[in-house]
């Protein structure tokens, strides 16, 4: 393996040690709420972060160089497609603003004093239609601003390659022209759902289900789609079939559809699938399903869905440096191929220099899988019979885990296990010889303080502690994302802690 996530990480610290890392190092529960609450001491220490979360530092320059004729009063924000920039415009009723379209970007420009800057920002992350780091590196570099440029195999059958290698993960049923791909997961559920929520509301259907507690973005672009003519409706526990059959029962030929992930994120939850795609099939509802927890390689579900969303960031991208995300389209589903054509119009396809980078890693996907899989068993076990791990979630938990082994098989868990510790947390987590930071699914371990990252705003009052209490999320939950290090050093570094 190149990287390791055991050890010491300062603070800001990107690994890999690359100009386009993913993850950044949260060393300490000080820094997690630095972080969160904007501390500048903690900020000037992270030149960069989640590339939808944080603007990574060379597209901070391209925009500065972009706008060096300004007054200082500006603020810049780079798009990948004009459409984005027009929607953000209108949607958050910005009324002073300039546009220029360039070849590979959009550029707006608006006032520093603009009331709508914390909903533009919010937009990039929630739907990731931000540029690649990788497009801001090249103009840097074209234009002698920066000394190094990334050296990377120019690969002209890089999407092709991508996308076959992502079908045959998917089952024999697919087939890679079903593939789509996107800048990002989150784009591509973006571009999906507003495609879908389109297409419904033309049916009179306006109601959509969110089955289990699923990712911020997922919420976030959700609520922005349906609008005040939409309703989201939550089913928070997955084991709670009474409820959804109830809303089905009421709703019938009103909902739209459900998004669910399989297993869910954090608690990796499984749900029963089958029940609910033939409530889908009665109500004429579509069945959104993202396995990106295990992949899709793991949770074979795809004939059970409409469409089916994946982040190739996690797993694809095991080195944990290059963005992406996946739509697959199954030739079972004429419902789901009637979105494909407007959905990729509005999708943000990935910058060349980041399918260049995907191709170098995903020949070993399988591989990677395989290897993770094994070590999150070994991990798993460890983690159970520890007396100071007061529970563990993950895929093949007691009771909604035989809904998983129906579908992956034994043994297959994913490199995700998520638990709570009897321990005083502020002290694991400091002690915690281990890179500390958003994502999963790379080589190097990584553990993260999940709720502090996805969800700070509900640990700060008793309403946000009571709703992630309803779903069964303690706030001092961490994820553990199993990486390739000998699995007695990913033990020892979690029982020196929990120590």
């Known amino acids: 393996m190149n990287t390791s996530g055991l050890g010491r990480f300062s603070l800001g610290q990107p690994v890999p040690a690359r100009p386009h890392a993913v993850c950044v190092s949260l060393p300490k529960v000080s820094d997690l709420i630095g972080y969160e609450e904007k501390d500048p001491a903690t900020l000037a220490a992270m030149p960069t972060g989640y590339p939808r979360f944080v603007r990574h530092q060379m597209i901070d320059q391209m925009i500065g160089h972009l706008l060096k004729k300004g007054t200082g009063t500006t603020q810049g924000y780079l798009f990948s497609k004009l459409q984005d920039c027009q929607d953000v415009v209108q949607r958050y009723s910005v009324n002073r603003y300039e546009i220029t379209e360039e070849k590979e970007f959009t550029l707006l420009k608006v006032s520093k004093n603009c009331p709508s800057i914390s909903g533009i920002a919010s937009h990039f992350q929630h739907t990731g239609c931000g540029i690649s780091s990788r497009l801001a590196e090249k103009y840097l570099w074209e234009h002698g601003l920066i000394e190094q440029y990334e050296i990377l195999h120019e690969n ?17 049923t697919v087939r890679e022209k079903d593939v789509v791909l996107a800048s990002s997961g989150a784009n591509a559920f973006h571009a999906l759902f507003g495609t879908a929520v389109e297409h419904t509301r033309k049916q009179g259907k306006t109601i959509w289900i969110r089955w289990g507690w699923l990712y911020l973005d997922t919420i976030e672009v959700m609520s922005l789609y349906t609008g005040e003519d939409g309703q989201v409706i939550e089913v928070n526990q997955v084991a709670d079939l009474a409820s959804l059959k109830k809303i089905f029962d009421q709703q019938g030929d ?56 994946n982040s190739l960031t996690k797993y694809a991208g095991w080195e944990g440096d290059v963005m992406m995300g996946s739509l697959v389209f199954p030739s079972c589903s004429p419902a789901g191929k009637n979105l494909f054509v407007e959905t990729c119009d509005r999708i943000c396809p990935p910058y060349e220099r980041d399918l260049y980078r995907m191709a170098e890693q995903i020949p070993f996907y399988d591989d990677f899988i395989s290897r993770a899989n094994a070590n999150a068993m070994m991990v798993a076990h460890f983690l159970t019979s520890h007396p100071r791990i007061k529970k563990l979630h993950w895929a093949y938990q007691p009771g909604l885990g035989k809904n998983y082994e129906k579908f992956a098989g034994p043994d297959r868990p994913g490199c995700n296990l998520s638990f709570e510790c009897s321990s005083d947390f502020a002290q694991f987590y400091d002690r915690l010889q281990m890179l500390k930071s958003p994502s999963f699914g790379t080589e190097f371990s990584n553990c993260c303080p999940y709720v502090y990252l996805a969800h700070y705003p509900l640990i700060k009052t008793q309403t946000g502690l009571d709703r992630l209490a309803g779903a069964g999320i303690p706030p001092h939950l961490l994820r553990l994302s199993v990486g390739l290090e000998p699995v007695e050093q990913i033990t020892d570094a979690l029982d020196f802690a929990l120590k």
Request: hydrophobic letters at 45%; aromatic letters at 4%.
């Open 156 to 172: 002209n059958q890089a999407e092709a390659q991508i996308r076959q290698i992502i079908a045959q993960a998917h089952g024999s």
């Open 254 to 309: 009103k909902i739209a559809g459900v998004v669910t992930e399989f297993p869910t994120n954090p608690l990796l939850q499984a749900g029963d699938l089958e029940q609910v795609r033939s409530w889908c099939d009665q109500s004429g509802a579509l069945l959104f399903i993202d396995p990106t927890m295990v992949s899709p390689k793991n949770a074979q579900i795809t004939h059970l869905a409409d469409v089916v969303i």
